[in-house]
């Protein structure tokens, strides 16, 4: 080892397990010939013991008790803050699975009740006649839950919110339709009809021109029975829902 | 507290702290503050700023314990490293380079008992005699004084490294994890601290009296 090296490392040799002994042994074996690494290790050791007296006289100094005091005070203060915390962020999680559940509720209860019985008319009347045009069940229902003709006016007029604006005319009851409960499920299906057969559903043989046909759409019950009608104009005869 | 607690763990006390246990707070507050003080005590060399700190860093293991991660260190380690932080920011606060202030009375009393020492004046406040130990008492309170007095001396980051490694005898490893930096920066920052103590004492005679006294 030269002095170069054992500069680099001096500090060291009385720090327990700073150096291997490999290291150690060869540095002091070389202060015994240097002298001025001889005057640099006992300079390190001057200062290791007077570090060693300055550790040991503080040694016994700690924070007075006022310092536990206030800290145990805050510790206290700060379990009733977690406590409070941890309640709140309970009832907030109640509130939002609470919550949760009640759109889930809501949503498949909207969803379960229309689809009820209105997908199936829909697919019966398609196999049955599969030239006509299904209107959305949810306007049958509509007219399901309203006897008079005034509501099933209502409902057209809201079929025509949607996007109908083809239909001025309102749904008018057929005659022998007394049951309101039969539209239930059912569907509207356009049919064409000779102009004469307007009298058998309760309507009046208006002025059709040339035509001998007149188109108009049927409100059908689920067991296929027609319950209103309402007359479409010549001009949207063509048009389709 | 029983016998058992007192050896139980750092990281066992600080999980049943967070849980809320307040004697698991207790013991760990009794056993981890002696160095935290004696650490701002060195740094500062005022005993109020001590205090303030070392309260300041169990309040900040109240608050906030989560910020201990044991992968990077030691509980002792992350106490040490919050009150550097904490006096830190004090003397920014304070804008004051130098963070011993005026009249650090630690230090003050410490030099005035070893001056009324030299004089053969040498009492403990109480009026009686302190040097009860004779002349290597007398020694060791000077050499203590002047170690000290060089040490205050220092720049912080040699200041800090001197505290820890040679005064709370902290091995290299601890002190890196409590300065987070490398284990060779601490070596080499030791080197040159130790160094620079050196040339401050190299005239001090006493310093080599009790490097005497003590063989």
């Not at chain 2, 070596?187 to 601290?193: D, E, K, P, Y």
Request: charged share 25%.
């Amino acid at each position: 080892m030269d002095c170069a090296e054992f500069k680099e490392i001096y500090h060291d040799l009385d720090r327990p397990g700073a150096l291997a002994a490999c290291i150690r042994e060869p540095a002091l074996e070389h202060a015994e010939f240097c002298s001025r690494c001889a005057a640099l290790l006992t300079e390190a050791e001057a200062l290791d013991f007077a570090l060693r007296n300055v550790a040991r006289y503080s040694a016994g100094r700690q924070a007075s008790p006022r310092v536990e005091a206030a800290v145990l005070q805050e510790f206290r203060r700060e379990k009733v803050r977690a406590t409070g915390r941890r309640v709140q962020w309970q009832a907030a999680v109640l509130g939002a699975a609470a919550g949760i559940a009640l759109v889930i509720g809501l949503a498949l209860h909207h969803r379960t009740v229309p689809l009820s019985g209105g997908e199936q008319a829909a697919a019966k009347t398609d196999i049955a006649a599969p030239a006509v045009s299904v209107e959305a069940p949810q306007a049958v229902a509509e007219v399901a839950g309203n006897a008079g003709a005034s509501n099933v006016a209502g409902a057209a007029s809201r079929a025509s919110e949607s996007g109908d604006e083809e239909y001025a005319g309102n749904f008018v009851p057929v005659p022998y339709a007394d049951d309101p409960a039969a539209l239930e499920g059912g569907a509207i299906v356009r049919v064409t009809l000779p102009r004469s057969a307007l009298v058998s559903f309760g309507l009046p043989i208006t002025d059709g021109g040339d035509a001998d046909t007149v188109a108009a759409d049927l409100v059908v019950a689920e067991d296929g029975t027609p319950q209103a009608i309402r007359v479409v104009p010549q001009s949207n005869a063509n048009s389709d829902f | 507290m029983n016998r058992g607690a007192e050896t139980t763990d750092d990281g066992v006390l600080l999980r049943r702290m967070m849980a809320g246990d307040e004697e698991a707070f207790t013991l760990l507050y009794r056993r981890r503050q002696p160095a935290i003080y004696r650490f701002a005590l060195h740094m500062s060399g005022n005993v109020g700023v001590a205090e303030d700190v070392t309260q300041e860093v169990f309040m900040t293991l109240i608050r906030d314990a989560r910020r201990f991660d044991p992968a990077r260190g030691t509980l002792g380690g992350f106490l040490f490293g919050v009150a550097r932080n904490h006096l830190r920011r004090r003397w920014e606060q304070e804008r004051n380079s130098h963070p011993l202030p005026e009249g650090a009375d630690e230090l003050d009393a410490l030099l005035q008992r070893s001056a009324a020492a030299r004089n053969g004046k040498g009492t403990n406040g109480n009026g009686t005699n302190h040097f009860v130990g004779g002349g290597d008492e007398f020694t060791l309170i000077e050499t203590v004084g002047r170690v000290r007095q060089a040490i205050a001396t220092l720049p912080e980051n040699y200041r800090e490294i001197v505290v820890l490694c040679e005064l709370e005898e902290m091995s290299y490893e601890e002190a890196a994890s409590a300065l987070d930096c490398p284990v060779g920066t601490v070596r080499s920052r030791l080197h040159r601290a130790r160094a620079l103590l050196a040339e401050k004492l190299h005239d001090e005679q006493p310093l080599r009296r009790a490097s005497a006294v003590g063989r």
